[in-house]
């Protein structure tokens, strides 16, 4: 029977198959060990994963704010903005907009509909250590929001500029949303299960 550890309090259980619809529990804390086969859960989180991937050139392309200064009215775009910064000298920050708001997102959605995909796309002694960067870019995930309220704040200076949301917005809402769905309905075990379920 093999052990399985805890991930909230670390004690480590003997875990045997686990029914459908079903889940062991920890003895200690309550947390779920292991969860009964899921079939749909990879279908479901591939799914979500594609659709935010057809959807990240909108949120790219189109305007996100309407700045209007002094009469004069100019749209910016997430990929405007960071070769904006750039031309302005403003590397740093620049290569931070172009992480975080364009590969890291990029990347983590892409590895996502990967490891739900199956073996159909990715080999099963890749799995782990790509869950492993899905796991890290993860944490970058509300950063490119905060950038957005920061690039806001720093161009609004009193009365002096409007900023009016522009379509951008929305797309780039929804592959966030998208995106925290893939997430969530992605079950981290089935990479280790015996069976295998590709995107329907």
Known sequence: MPLRACHACGL??????????????CSRCGSTIRRGPRPRSAARAGACALAALLLY?????LPVMTLTRMGHTQ?????????ALMAEGQ???????????VLAPLAKLAAIFALSAGELILPRRHR???????????????LDVVLIALLVASVKLGDLVQVH???????????????LLASALFDPHSIWENTQYAVA
């Open 75 to 83: 749209e910016a775009t997430i990929w405007s903005g960071m070769v």
């Open 12 to 25: 480590v259980h003997r875990v045997g198959e686990v029914p459908r619809k079903h889940r062991a529990l």
């Open 91 to 101: 590397t740093l920050v620049g290569l931070v907009v172009l992480f975080c708001s």
């Open 128 to 142: 782990a250590a790509t869950f492993r960067v899905v796991e890290f870019l993860g944490r970058w995930g509300m």
């Open 165 to 179: 949301p522009g379509p951008g917005i929305q797309a780039f809402a929804a592959v966030v949303v998208l995106s």
């Open 57 to 61: 050139p909108l949120a790219m392309g």
